[in-house]
């Protein structure tokens, strides 16, 4: 059974910048994708970037030239490096390793909350 366990979420002054990251307990499947996904209150989880087994990237406009995606494969972690930090990026955040059997399997953090605020 493959756990995702998130650390580096917290209290940041806007402009300021935090670094999350997603470390899975287990075996992940060879050919995968990391994401990173987002909920406020009252809004309904997005998106915020995703890196796949060979590197590529794709970011949310909202995000994009101020987070940055990586992993570390050996570690089986990703991480989301978050500067420019503004108050609308306050959210849980929560990381996600996509694999396929033939199907979908989806496993997720358990959420780690950042707030933007002076």
């Known amino acids: 059974q493959v756990q995702l366990v998130e650390s580096g979420g917290g209290l940041v002054q806007p402009g300021g910048s935090l670094r999350l990251s997603c470390a899975a307990s287990g075996s992940l499947f060879n050919i995968n994708v990391w994401g990173w996904y987002r909920q406020a209150p009252g809004k309904e989880r997005e998106l915020v970037a995703v890196?796949?087994?060979?590197?590529?990237?794709n970011y949310a406009d909202s995000v994009k030239g101020r987070f940055t995606i990586s992993r570390d494969n050996d570690k089986n972690t990703v991480y989301l490096q978050m500067n420019s930090l503004k108050p609308e990026d306050t959210a849980v955040y929560y990381c996600n390793n996509k694999g396929w059997v033939g199907y979908e399997i989806n496993y997720w953090g358990q959420g780690t909350q950042v707030t933007v605020s002076s």
């Open positions: 890196i796949r087994s060979g590197g590529s990237t």
